[in-house]
């Protein structure tokens, strides 16, 4: 697992104190995985009721631009695309303890 940017101190915080939190789920998607729906391309799904109705949005961001899209269309992609990314990665257990030897490797 590559880690470099992080101080371990921190790491340890951020990761494995978040990892606790009940409304927190961490996966890792491990390089031998291979090429997946998202790569090179962040992602969120938006979720909001506006008077009664459940409205939901694909927000996207690289480095000159943003684009929050409300297509059915593009939403159900991006639902398929995080839906495949999470069936795809560790169960956060095994994510948990992946994470944690990464960040005690890197405080040796």
């Known amino acids: 697992m590559d880690l470099?940017?992080?101080?371990?101190?921190?790491?340890?915080?951020?990761?494995?104190?978040?990892?606790?939190?009940?409304?927190?789920t961490l996966q890792v998607l491990p390089f031998s995985k291979g090429q997946h729906a998202a790569l090179g391309s962040g992602f969120s799904l938006l979720g909001l009721v506006v008077g009664g109705v459940r409205k939901s949005w694909a927000y996207t961001e690289d480095l000159t631009r943003a684009d929050l899209l409300d297509g059915e269309a593009h939403v159900s992609?991006?639902?398929?695309?995080?839906?495949?990314?999470?069936?795809?990665?560790?169960?956060?257990?095994?994510?948990?303890?992946?994470?944690?030897k990464a960040i005690g490797d890197l405080e040796r």
């Open 4 to 24: 470099p940017c992080l101080d371990p101190p921190a790491a340890r915080v951020v990761v494995v104190e978040a990892g606790k939190l009940p409304n927190v």
């Open 77 to 100: 992609a991006y639902r398929l695309a995080f839906v495949t990314l999470t069936e795809t990665a560790l169960p956060q257990r095994e994510s948990m303890k992946l994470l944690e």
